[in-house]
């Protein structure tokens, strides 16, 4: 059973707007949540992460949001920028299993 | 930052040999160390969870007799593909936790195998 979900496969924005990626999730056992963004070929790399007891935590261009009430959370990047091209994953700290992704795409 | 270093990171075998794939955190002590697979186009699928001095926790569906996992080390974990077909061929990523309880799991670069 997968516990997080994020169901848009692939999201594509302007460069300079607001990119918003999406993860649901079942269990709400966990300390945090983590972001990551991964290129093709390439190990993911370690973008934010939100504590269980917090609801926002933000770090330059990207903030994370986190609704328990709904078990949701979302990743805001703004502006975006072409580099920030890649797939982003949520993944769950206590169970360490990712979910399918959302591929961004900026565009110039 | 803590770095993890994952070798090789691509390998062409022919079928029926095995390979090993090695992964080690550089600048902390990894007591969890995680192994991962991709198939081109999908997402990272959990193949195993080790910890140092203890044996592997596979998840289902995954052959622990064809995915030897050894975590002998706070600093070294080896996954060996055994007798290794061309459906073994995919991407595989190590990570590891280390033992100051930081939420984060580092990333090696990952290995590419192709099974001729």
């Known amino acids: 059973d997968q516990q997080v979900k994020q169901n848009s496969p692939s999201l594509s924005v302007q460069e300079g707007r607001i990119s918003i990626l999406n993860c649901d999730y079942t269990n709400s056992m966990f300390d945090y949540f983590l972001w990551y963004k991964k290129y093709p070929a390439e190990g993911p790399t370690f973008l934010i992460s939100?504590?269980?007891?917090?609801d926002k935590n933000e770090d330059g261009r990207f903030t994370v949001f986190l609704n328990k009430s709904a078990k949701h959370l979302s990743l805001h990047i703004v502006p975006s920028q072409p580099g920030d091209s890649a797939v982003y994953f949520c993944?769950?700290?206590?169970?360490?299993?990712f979910g399918a992704g959302t591929r961004l795409t900026v565009k110039p | 930052g803590a770095v993890v270093s994952q070798h090789p990171s691509w390998v062409i075998c022919k079928s029926g040999t095995s390979v090993k794939i090695e992964c080690r955190s550089l600048?902390?002590?990894?007591?969890?160390m995680f192994w991962y697979r991709q198939f081109p186009k999908q997402s990272l699928m959990l193949m195993a969870t080790?910890?140092?001095?203890?044996?592997?926790?596979?998840e289902q569906g995954v052959e622990k007799d064809k995915f030897l996992i050894n975590h002998a080390s706070l600093t070294l974990s080896t996954l060996t593909v055994t007798s290794a077909h061309p459906e073994d061929s995919s991407f595989y990523i190590c990570s590891a936790t280390n033992t100051g309880g930081n939420e984060k799991l580092f990333f090696g670069s990952g290995t590419q195998l192709s099974v001729l």
């Open positions: 993944v769950n700290n206590n169970d360490m299993r």
């Open positions: 939100i504590s269980s007891i917090k």
């Open positions: 600048d902390f002590q990894a007591t969890t």
């Open positions: 080790s910890n140092e001095g203890s044996k592997a926790t596979y």
